[in-house]
């Protein structure tokens, strides 16, 4: 059978996002996530850190693999939570994609752009202190292939 480009981004996301649900390092080419919005969202957080009088957090390559695998994990095994089905929790998937200091994530789900989802973490007070902790110094956001299932992940 010939699989579509379309088809194979799918196949690869869901095996990945079983992968790092698990606590297995998967390499970032695995996923298709949408940059453009991951990159936006990382804007607005910056923005809002900056209106707050906190220094911007930079883009971390291995905290994005494990928000993404996470968002593709949620999305393609249907659960929402900061702790997959077996147990493992946001730290324990930032550590085993090399980043040494967790801080915090935010989940959501049902958002279509970087927008949306951004002004869905600012009404809400937990993810707020998040996105405005000032001792938070990186972040990775994903998205799952299907555009409406949202991490950030941060780190010291």
């Known amino acids: 059978m010939a699989w579509t480009n379309s088809q194979r981004s799918v ?16 390499p970032a080419q695995a996923f298709a996530a949408d940059t453009g919005q991951q990159q936006r969202v990382v804007e607005l957080v910056n923005e809002q850190r900056a209106n707050a009088g906190c220094g911007p957090v930079t883009a971390d390559q291995r905290l994005a693999e494990a928000a993404t695998g996470h968002s593709s994990d949620m999305a393609t095994r249907g659960y929402f939570s900061h702790t997959t089905p077996e147990g493992v929790t946001f730290d324990q998937r930032i550590k085993k994609a090399g980043h040494p200091s967790p801080g915090a994530e935010n989940i959501a789900q049902g958002q279509r752009s970087a927008e949306q989802v951004m002004d869905a973490w600012m009404k809400s007070d937990g993810h707020k202190r998040n996105i405005l902790n000032c001792s938070l110094k990186s972040i990775g956001v994903g998205i799952d292939d299907g555009g409406s299932t949202w991490t950030q992940d941060f780190g010291y």
């Open 11 to 26: 196949i690869a996301s869901g095996l990945a996002a079983v992968a790092l649900g698990a606590g297995i390092a998967v």
